[in-house]
């Protein structure tokens, strides 16, 4: 069983920044790939960002790039979503999640993940 537990989410302004903190614990004998999900009112989860367990690779939606940046601490067993140039489009819960998967380095899919964080509310004020 791993447990993961989002903080840092807020109230920003439009164009501001906040960082977001995914510290896992219980099965951290082993690495996982981790990702970030972001689901607003009315809408289905969506993809955000993925690295993988050795934080070589990572991935990010479209409408992320070049203005988030995921990064991992293994030795502190958290993950981070830097969020820089909000948009009022980006209000929405942020989940972390783990994939437990060996044979897949990152992945895009929700229903490719296995344990999920409680979520932390991230809303962008215009």
């Known amino acids: 069983q791993v447990r993961m537990v989002e903080t840092g989410g807020g109230l920003v302004q439009a164009g501001g920044s906040l960082t977001l903190s995914c510290a896992a614990s219980?099965?951290?004998?082993?690495?996982?790939?981790m990702g970030w999900f972001r689901q607003a009112p009315g809408k289905e989860r969506e993809f955000v960002a993925v690295i993988s367990r050795s934080g070589v690779s990572t991935d990010y939606a479209d409408s992320v790039k070049r203005r988030f940046t995921i990064s991992r601490d293994n030795a502190k067993n958290t993950v981070y979503l830097q969020m820089n140039s909000l948009k009022p489009e980006g209000t929405a819960v942020y989940y972390c999640a783990a994939d437990l998967a060996v044979l897949y380095t990152i992945r895009r899919g929700v229903h490719d993940y296995d344990y999920w964080g409680q979520g932390t509310q991230v809303t962008v004020s215009s």
């Open positions: 219980g099965r951290t004998d082993r690495r996982y790939a």
